[in-house]
């Protein structure tokens, strides 16, 4: 029984050779903010890696770095308002840039990039450009935790999340102004890992039905209120997005209260365990990978109010609970010939140990399990971490990163298992 740790391909502070990079075209979008001083290992990095790295910089950019330090650390000319058309064979810059890359990284995105981009202006060559584009884009924002807390700035992220763009960071730390909090960039390191996986995906779940849980389930007691938990169904939403990127058929069955968007697949949206069951029971026999991010509520009430409950009409009050189906259990006990199956474990202690205990009771191929105690919480936020357990014995360490990669991460694992032999029912 080995014990592998993997991470995101990072080793000793090196990236592991032949890391997916190599040859890729990538466009760095340079933004008015401090960070903007980590470009240049930025650059070096990505091109360490094999990456061929072009510029576009925003006027505020220029402010922060000179174009000349990044045009001679890529190799190439800079675009920036400052140059016009100048070195443009078709004199249009943003459309030669366009369909020039791959992908895109926005990095820093400043509030105000991040704003242009989800409002669709094209005022400058970065904007220009990454309208004119549908290759990938990966943001890094930067920013200080107020700009950032904005009910503006996250809207907008929302939208351009919502059109399949990627975030890196931001991470809490200590930002320029001194002060600590959240919104400090990524490190260039952990880009580079993102421009990776943005860019790795093959097409290796072409055609395969893919069904995904998230988020909490909600269990009425009265007609307005739930039993719930804390789970934002965004785990699940990048699993789903990351089968999508890989070719896959996707169908998320989601109880998140606020469901995103998923271009491309079926978004099914559900409040209780037992309406998650059945949508989940209807897609089964047609499914070849189920991936169960939801946290499933335990218990229910045997019985919901008819009416709102009034607090004149109980001093106290007593709601008797009874068992929710165990769906994991369910689903595993009808999966058809050649299903894989991969649970979740959330735990507040003994994350390994129950997470194992999970994996053999339920009869799953793989199983997640990730802390949801302490600062480093799975649920509610953008970033986790977790350990994938494998029956055998073997474990993954997948560490503390955007949800988008660890997603990513997870569906290479399962996509593993579809191309392993065994039709996968001796789990059950
Ligand atoms: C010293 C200084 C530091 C700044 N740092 C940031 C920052 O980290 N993040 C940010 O969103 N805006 C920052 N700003 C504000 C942006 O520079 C400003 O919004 C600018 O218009 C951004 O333009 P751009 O997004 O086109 O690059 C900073 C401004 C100054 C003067």
Same mark, same amino acid.
């Given at each position: ?191 580079? $890992? *993102?421009?990776? !996986?943005? %860019? /790795? @995906?093959?097409?290796? =779940?072409?055609?395969?039905? &893919?069904?995904?849980?998230?988020? #909490? ?97 109980? $001093? *106290?009050?007593? !709601?008797? %609970? /009874? @068992?929710?189906?165990? =769906?994991?259990?369910?689903? &595993?006990?009808?999966?058809?010939? #050649? ?90």
């Amino acid at each position: 029984m080995g014990t592998s740790h993997e991470g995101f391909g990072c080793h000793n502070g090196r990236m592991m050779e032949g890391s997916g990079l190599a040859g890729r075209r990538v466009l760095l979008h340079v933004c008015g903010g401090i960070a903007a001083v980590k470009v240049p290992s930025l650059i070096t990095a990505l091109r360490q890696e094999g990456a061929e790295v072009r510029v576009a910089m925003t006027a505020a950019a220029t402010s922060f770095i000179s174009p000349l330090a990044l045009q001679a650390l890529s190799g190439h000319p800079v675009a920036h308002p400052g140059r016009g058309g100048a070195g443009s064979e078709s004199g249009m810059p943003h459309v030669d840039l366009a369909q020039w890359a791959e992908a895109h990284l926005v990095v820093p995105a400043t509030a105000s990039t991040i704003a242009r981009l989800a409002c669709g202006l094209a005022d400058d060559i970065v904007s220009a450009t990454l309208l004119a584009s549908r290759d990938p884009l990966l943001l890094a924002p930067a920013m200080e935790t107020g700009m950032w807390e904005s009910p503006a700035t996250q809207a907008n992220l929302q939208t351009l999340r919502g059109r399949g763009a990627h975030l890196v960071g931001p991470a809490s730390g200590r930002l320029a102004s001194g002060h600590v909090g959240m919104g400090r960039m990524a490190e260039p390191g952990e880009i580079v $890992e *993102a421009a990776r !996986l943005l %860019l /790795e @995906p093959g097409r290796e =779940l072409q055609g395969v039905v &893919v069904l995904v849980t998230a988020g #909490g389930t909600r269990e009425p007691i009265d007609p307005v209120r739930y039993l719930g938990n804390r789970s934002s169904g965004r785990m699940g939403t990048e699993l789903a997005r990351a089968a999508l990127r890989r070719g896959a058929e996707v169908h998320l069955v989601t109880a998140a209260a606020l469901p995103e968007q998923l271009p491309g697949g079926e978004l099914v949206p559900v409040e209780t365990a037992s309406q998650m069951l059945d949508a989940c029971l209807e897609r089964l026999p047609r499914t070849r990978l189920l991936v169960m991010a939801a946290a499933v509520a335990d218990y229910r009430l045997a019985k919901p109010f008819e009416q709102k409950l009034h607090r004149a009409e109980h $001093e *106290a009050l007593d !709601l008797h %609970l /009874e @068992p929710n189906p165990d =769906l994991l259990q369910e689903l &595993v006990a009808r999966r058809p010939e #050649g299903l894989r199956v991969v649970g979740f474990a959330a735990e507040t202690e003994d994350v390994r140990s129950r997470g194992r205990d999970k994996l053999r009771r339920k009869g799953c191929d793989l199983l997640v399990a990730n802390p949801v105690a302490g600062p480093r919480s799975a649920m509610g936020g953008d970033w986790s971490e977790a350990v994938v357990l494998y029956p055998d014995g073997r474990e993954v360490e997948l560490p503390w990163s955007p949800k988008s990669l660890i997603a990513g991460r997870i569906l290479d694992l399962a996509a593993e298992l579809l191309s392993s032999p065994g039709d996968g029912s001796e789990a059950s």
